[in-house]
């Protein structure tokens, strides 16, 4: 990984909570008070991303996703560690790094309100200093893409959410950033949506050679666009690597499903190293008599959903 | 606001692209008569009903301290000028509480342009032109009556007075609202600094001892228009010192404003997602 564009060496972020008490003394109290607890939101993550990539970067809700992601785009500082965006420390230089990322949040919109699509893309040219020619170059790409023509002359404040999330990954590529940092951007959506959400940032990525940062509950767009995942839970990486690493992350795992009378289903977690297949069916059969039976490989998703729930080994 | 590192992107750039987000502002404003038709309307009556309520005064009370009715309609006048600025060009202040605490401010921490200006760029209210107008007609009918000789230095004068005072509401609004970075009832803290607006169309000198100096340096409203407006009423030898120093004072003021403006975005953690 020669050409890294992210690079983060032990980055800490520690937040100071004031200690609250409770009542009106308490409240009265909490205006003198020095009394702060610190909370560890992320602690000791190293990471590299490369060029082009496309990394999926997943954790539960609170985990310290989005403190990362403010980190790499310069709006927080880290307490402790070192951090490179393109080459620069992004909260030293919030504007320069600002011209070389995009960053899109699933439901809220960064585009003018009661503007029309494309005078916002103009705006943007503008404010990006982006070459005539580029933008030009940018449009075509985006018509092969996608078809822009419902949206274009529409203002944000009338589409729908999926027509604005569209709006809005097409405005975070148009300067040709190094990076796009997406927050979970098919949220909400129905499934055709989403399906033409992924082509879109595949194919963007693709042509561009545009490094995305992923962050998503949708297991479906880890499948459809990462290679690579990074896990983060309480403020600390646990698992950087391939996703189809993954599915061995605690042995072999596959579910086991066995139909009985009245149609009624039941499924076993079968962890290939310790169970017997054949054992569980046959302990089944003596209770009740089995008439179906089907074996699933694990799903990304019942993988994540375990190590979120902290069963690693 | 032309404070970026960036000397490509200096002032031009900037008055540029103010220039474009409001031509495309109005274009969509029109779209939606019957909200402009309203809001301005609105708009009228509010200048009319403080109009009226002045006149009833002074019709009570010929004289206020040594003001008669044409010096007090002038003040008047001046202060709706003054005010214009802060509530065209300022008014996503009033905004800026409810994105902090949802958490939608921080988009505008992503673009590579200053925070501020982008902010505030956002909302242009159309409603302060109104209130520009009227002032404007009843300043030339009290600068008329009271007989000040229309010269080019007096216009002048009279312009970078206004523009002094102007500068004060919008550093006042500025820290009211910036306040909202810190604590939780910073839509109080606006309100009231907002209602200062009224008293600022009376000389000041009708306050006395702690109010007179609360007036001038803690909330400077006798900033909005009474000091200036004696730089352009009275000759530079009767005009009080603060007068003459308010539009030093007034850029400090402003520029103290934005710098806590920003330390206030510097310091908000943006926390939850």
Redesign the interface.
């Known amino acids: 990984m020669a050409d890294e564009v992210i690079l983060m060496e032990n980055i800490c972020k520690d937040f100071k909570v004031l200690n609250r008490h409770e009542g009106l003394k308490g409240s009265i109290r909490d205006l003198f008070s020095r009394d702060y607890k610190t909370i560890s939101a992320v602690k000791d993550v190293s990471l590299k991303v490369g060029r082009g990539e496309i990394l999926g970067y997943l954790g539960p809700n609170g985990a310290g996703k989005s403190t990362t992601i403010k980190m790499m785009t310069g709006v927080l500082e880290p307490s402790r560690g070192k951090i490179l965006v393109n080459g620069r420390v992004p909260y030293k230089d919030r504007t320069a790094n600002s011209e070389h990322i995009g960053v899109v949040f699933g439901q809220r919109s960064q585009l003018w309100w009661s503007l029309p699509l494309i005078e916002s893309f103009k705006l943007l040219r503008d404010i990006y200093l982006v070459p005539e020619k580029e933008y030009k170059e940018m449009l075509d790409l985006y018509s092969s893409l996608v078809d822009m023509s419902p949206i274009l002359n529409k203002p944000v404040r009338q589409m729908s959410l999926g027509q604005r999330t569209l709006s809005d990954i097409l405005a975070a590529f148009l300067h040709n950033p190094e990076i796009v940092f997406l927050d979970e951007p098919t949220i909400g959506l129905d499934v055709s949506m989403k399906a033409k959400i992924r082509d879109l940032i595949r194919g963007l990525n693709k042509e561009k050679n545009t490094t995305v940062i992923l962050t998503t509950h949708d297991m479906g767009d880890v499948d459809a666009l990462c290679r690579r995942i990074v896990i983060i839970d309480k403020g600390q990486k646990i698992y950087d690597n391939d996703i189809d690493h993954l599915k061995s992350y605690f042995g072999s795992y596959r579910t086991l499903k066995m139909k009985f009378a009245g149609d009624r289903w039941e499924e076993v977690l079968i962890d290939e190293k310790k169970d017997d297949v054949m054992d569980i069916i046959m302990k089944m059969q003596k209770q009740e008599k089995i008439r179906d039976i089907k074996l699933d490989e694990i799903s990304t998703e019942e993988v994540i959903k375990k190590i979120y729930e902290g069963e690693s080994a | 606001m032309e404070n970026?590192?960036?000397h490509?992107?200096g002032l031009g750039f900037y008055l540029?692209?103010y220039r474009?987000?409001l031509v495309?502002?109005l274009k969509?404003?029109m779209s939606y008569r019957a909200d402009f038709i309203i809001s301005t309307i609105g708009m009228v009556m509010t200048n009319v009903a403080g109009f009226v309520t002045f006149y009833i005064l002074f019709r009570n009370f010929p004289q206020v301290n040594g003001w008669d009715y044409h010096h007090m309609l002038f003040l008047y006048a001046f202060s709706l000028i003054a005010l214009t600025p802060v509530q065209c060009f300022f008014d996503n202040n009033w905004n800026l509480r409810f994105m902090v605490q949802s958490?939608?401010f921080?988009?505008y921490?992503?673009?590579?342009?200053n925070v501020f200006f982008y902010f505030m760029s956002?909302v242009f209210d159309l409603k302060g032109l109104g209130q520009l107008l009227f002032g404007v007609g009843t300043l030339i009918y009290a600068w008329h009556h009271i007989g000040i000789p229309v010269t080019f230095f007096a216009i002048a004068k009279l312009l970078v007075f206004l523009f002094t005072a102007s500068l004060f509401m919008i550093s006042i609004m500025n820290i009211a609202a910036a306040t909202c970075f810190w604590i939780q009832g910073s839509g109080y803290v606006m309100v009231i600094m907002f209602r200062f607006k009224d008293y600022t169309r009376y000389p000041a000198s009708i306050f006395s001892g702690i109010f007179k100096i609360i007036f001038t340096f803690v909330i400077p409203i006798a900033f909005v228009a009474y000091y200036p407006a004696l730089m352009v009423l009275g000759s530079a030898h009767t005009a009080p010192l603060l007068s003459k120093l308010s539009p030093l004072i007034g850029l400090l003021f402003f520029w103290l404003s934005y710098k806590f403006w920003m330390l206030g975005v510097k310091k908000y953690?943006?926390?939850?997602?």
Not at chain 2, 269 to 273: A, E, L, Q, R, V
């Open positions: 970026t590192k960036k490509k992107r540029n692209i474009k987000i495309q502002d969509s404003k958490g939608d921080i988009k921490c992503f673009r590579p342009i956002e953690d943006f926390t939850g997602s």
